[in-house]
C-alpha cells in the first residue's frame, strides 16, 4: 500500500509539472519567482548613506595599534572634501550675453577714446547676434543719459545705438478712390511713438552689417578745400629693426568673443545699481531677469547696490592677467587699460573708492605685468577737460584723475614700470579763445595733486590743439607730450610744417626731451583714415587697420588706434616680420567639418487650394494635346 500510494502520487506531481510545462506564461511567472527568493538570501542589503554613517566604527586589525580620538578641546576631525563640480547657484554671471544687468563698454570698441564719430564703434549685437532681452527702464529711475550740450562723460553713453540709420518702412498703396484719414493722436500716443520708434530702430539695427559704415555728408566747398590742399609729404624711413612695443587699447576682440568672454570693460545701468540694493526673492539662488529678481517690496541697501558693482569691478580686474598672458604669447607687450574698468568710480554721487575691495586683484594684476615686463597705460575719456570754463566740469574732471592714478598706483609695478604708466589726456575745447583756455589749463594743472602730476601727458588732437599749440606749454609745465601722427595729419600749422611725417620728424628732439626730463619711456600714436576720406571730418575716422609703420624713432613704444585692436597690431607684425610674428603666421585656422554649408530651405506645406491647382497643371500636362487636323488638298488649276 505504501508503494502504491507513494507511485499514486508521483504520478500526479509528473503530470502535474507536464502542464504546467504547456504554459510558458505560468512557467516565466513561476521561474522569476524563484529567483527573487533566491536573490533575497544569497546578496547583501542595500544602505542608505544615512545607515552607513549610523554603523559603529570598525575593530582594528590585529597587529596594529588603534585609531587615536580626537583630543578633548583639540581641532576637529578635517571634514571630507566637496566636490569641485558643484557650482555655487547664489553667484550671478559677469557675462553680458547671459546678464542682462552686465553691458558693454561703450568706448572699448571704439579705436580712441576721442573718436566720437558714429562709425568709430562696432555694433556689437550685430556682430554677436545675440538675442537678449533688456529691462527697459522706468522713466523714475536716474538714466545715464544728460542734457546734449553737457561735457560730463555721462553723455556720451547714450549714442550706444548702430552706426547706420536704419531705412523707414515703405508705405503701403493706397486703394483707388480712396481718401486718406489722418488718425486722431492723443498724448498718450505722443508719448509712445518716439518710444516705439526707438524699440524698432534697435531691432532693426542688429541685422545690418556691422561693417558697412555710414559716410559724412559733407557740402561742395568742402570737398572743394579738401582737394586742392597739398599732398602730404611723407619719410621713407622705416625704424627697422625694431626695438620698441607694440600695444592696443582696451579690448582683445579675440577673447572677447572666445567662450566664457575674457575682456576688462564690463559695465552697467545706474538703474542696475540702485535696483540690486533690494535683495532678491530668493537669496539662495541665482539672480535671473525674470525668476529671480531683486524684491523692491523689501528695504534697500545702499552696500548692497555697491557689492553688485564690486563684482563687476573684480570680474574685470581678474581677466587682465588672462590678456597679458595671450599678449606675451604672442609677442605683444604693450596694453591700454579700459577706463570702464570700474563702472561709475568717479561719478559725483554713486563714486567710491578701489581700495581696499580691489587691491588684491590690482595686485596680482600688477604682478604678472611685472614677470612679463608689460607696459600699461590708460586714456581717460574726451570730456576729462581741465581748460573748461566750467566748474562742473573741472570737478569732474579732477574726480576722473584721481580715479585713474589710484588704478594705475594700487598694481604695485616696479620703478620703471610704474613711471612708464602714464595718462594720456585731451586738452579739449577752445571755448573761443585758445590763450585763455591754455591759461585756465595752467591754473587747474597746478592744483593737481602730484601722483596725477607724475603720471599726466598730454596728447594732439584731431579737432583744435595741433603740436605746436601744446609743446610750449608741455615745456613749460614739464609734461611729455604724446605725438599723434594721425591727428597731426589733420590739424597742423601750415606756416609752419607740411602735412605728413616727414617734416614732424623735425621735432622729435623737443618732444622726446619732454620725456626724458621725468625719465619715462616716449610711447606715440598712429593710425590711418579710411581710403574713402576727402575732408577733415571725414579722415578722422580711424581705418580699421594700418598698412605701414610710421617713422619712430628707435626705443619708442607705439599705441596702434585701430577698430581691429591686436588684430591689427597682428598685421604689422606679418607685414614687416616683426619680433614675436612667427608664433601665429603658420596657423592656419580650424575649419569644422559641419560649417559653411549651403542651408537647405525647409519646404513649405501646401495648403488645399495649392494642392488642388497642382492637381490640375498635373492633370493638363499629363493630357496628350490634340493633334492639328491636316490641310486642306490643294488642287491643280486644270480641275
Not at 111 to 138: G, I, N, Q, W
Not at 330 to 354: D, N, Q, T, V, W
Request: net charge neutral; glycine share 4%; with cysteine.
Amino acid at each position: 500500500m505504501l508503494r502504491y500510494g507513494f507511485g499514486k502520487h508521483l504520478t500526479r506531481t509528473t503530470s502535474f509539472l507536464r502542464l504546467e510545462s504547456q504554459r510558458p506564461f505560468a512557467a516565466a511567472f513561476a521561474a522569476s519567482s524563484w529567483l527573487r527568493v533566491f536573490s533575497k538570501f544569497s546578496t547583501m542589503p542595500k544602505r542608505k548613506s544615512s545607515a552607513a554613517l549610523a554603523q559603529p566604527a570598525p575593530k582594528p586589525l590585529p597587529g596594529l595599534p588603534p585609531q587615536a580620538a580626537p583630543i578633548e578641546g583639540g581641532p576637529p576631525w578635517p571634514k571630507r572634501r566637496a566636490s569641485a563640480r558643484k557650482v555655487s547657484r547664489t553667484e550671478a554671471s559677469m557675462n553680458p550675453d547671459e546678464n542682462a544687468n552686465v553691458l558693454d563698454g561703450p568706448e572699448a570698441y571704439r579705436a580712441s577714446p576721442d573718436a566720437d564719430t558714429k562709425d568709430e564703434r562696432m555694433d556689437l549685437e550685430a556682430v554677436m547676434d545675440v538675442d537678449k532681452k533688456v529691462k527697459d527702464e522706468d522713466d523714475s529711475v536716474p538714466s545715464l543719459v544728460t542734457n546734449g550740450d553737457s561735457d560730463s562723460p555721462l553723455s556720451d553713453l547714450s549714442e550706444m545705438g548702430s552706426p547706420i540709420k536704419p531705412k523707414p518702412p515703405p508705405a503701403k498703396p493706397a486703394k483707388k478712390g480712396a481718401k486718406a484719414k489722418a488718425a486722431p493722436t492723443t498724448a498718450a500716443d505722443e508719448r509712445i511713438a518716439p518710444t516705439k520708434a526707438k524699440k524698432e530702430a534697435a531691432k532693426e539695427s542688429r541685422f545690418l552689417d556691422p561693417e558697412a559704415d555710414g559716410e559724412e555728408e559733407a557740402d561742395e566747398e568742402e570737398i572743394q578745400e579738401a582737394l586742392s590742399r597739398p599732398p602730404p609729404v611723407n619719410s621713407d624711413y622705416l625704424p627697422l629693426p625694431w626695438t620698441g612695443r607694440l600695444g592696443y587699447a582696451c579690448l582683445n576682440t579675440y577673447l572677447r568673443f572666445s567662450n566664457p568672454p575674457v575682456f576688462s570693460s564690463r559695465t552697467c545701468r545706474i538703474a542696475s545699481i540702485l535696483e540690486n540694493r533690494h535683495p532678491l526673492r530668493d537669496p539662495n539662488e541665482a539672480p535671473h531677469a525674470t525668476k529671480n529678481r531683486p524684491d523692491r517690496e523689501q528695504p534697500a541697501s545702499i552696500r548692497r547696490g555697491q557689492q553688485f558693482v564690486e563684482q563687476l569691478c573684480l570680474a574685470n580686474v581678474r581677466d587682465i592677467p588672462k590678456m597679458l598672458r595671450w599678449n606675451d604669447r604672442y609677442g605683444i607687450k604693450f596694453m591700454r587699460l579700459s577706463s570702464e574698468m570700474f563702472p561709475f568710480a568717479s561719478h559725483e554721487e554713486y563714486g567710491y573708492k578701489l581700495a581696499p575691495f580691489a587691491s588684491e586683484a590690482l595686485a596680482d594684476a600688477g604682478k604678472v605685468a611685472a614677470e612679463l615686463g608689460h607696459r600699461l597705460t590708460t586714456h581717460p575719456g574726451q570730456y576729462t577737460q581741465l581748460g573748461s570754463p566750467r566748474k562742473s566740469v573741472i570737478d569732474n574732471a579732477l574726480r576722473d584723475l584721481d580715479y585713474h592714478a589710484e588704478m594705475l598706483s594700487l598694481l604695485r609695478l616696479p620703478e620703471q614700470q610704474n613711471r612708464d604708466a602714464v595718462m594720456i589726456l585731451h586738452l579739449g575745447g577752445v571755448f573761443g579763445d585758445k590763450q585763455a583756455t591754455l591759461d585756465r589749463f595752467r591754473a587747474n594743472y597746478a592744483k593737481l595733486p602730484q601722483p596725477v602730476k607724475d603720471r599726466l601727458v598730454l596728447e594732439n588732437d584731431d579737432v583744435s590743439w595741433s603740436v605746436h599749440d601744446l609743446l610750449p606749454v608741455c615745456e613749460e609745465l614739464n609734461i611729455p607730450l604724446v605725438l599723434d601722427y594721425h591727428h597731426h595729419n589733420i590739424i597742423f600749422d601750415s606756416s609752419q610744417i607740411r602735412e605728413g611725417t616727414k617734416d614732424i620728424m623735425d621735432l622729435y628732439p623737443r618732444i622726446l626731451q619732454t620725456w626724458k626730463r621725468k625719465n619715462i619711456t616716449p610711447k606715440m600714436h598712429y593710425s590711418e583714415p579710411c581710403p574713402a576720406a576727402i575732408t577733415g571730418r571725414q579722415r578722422r575716422k580711424h581705418s580699421p587697420r594700418v598698412a605701414t609703420l610710421p617713422p619712430l624713432p628707435q626705443g619708442v613704444d607705439l599705441m596702434i588706434e585701430a577698430k581691429d585692436k591686436e588684430q591689427a597690431v597682428f598685421e604689422l607684425m606679418r607685414i614687416f616680420k616683426l619680433p614675436g610674428f612667427e608664433t601665429f603666421n603658420d596657423i592656419v585656422p580650424h575649419v569644422r567639418g559641419d560649417e559653411n554649408r549651403a542651408a537647405k530651405p525647409t519646404p513649405k506645406k501646401k495648403t488645399q487650394k495649392k494642392k488642388r491647382a497642382s492637381k490640375k497643371d498635373e492633370e493638363e500636362d499629363s493630357q496628350p494635346e490634340p493633334t492639328p487636323p491636316p490641310p486642306p488638298e490643294i488642287l491643280p488649276d486644270e480641275d
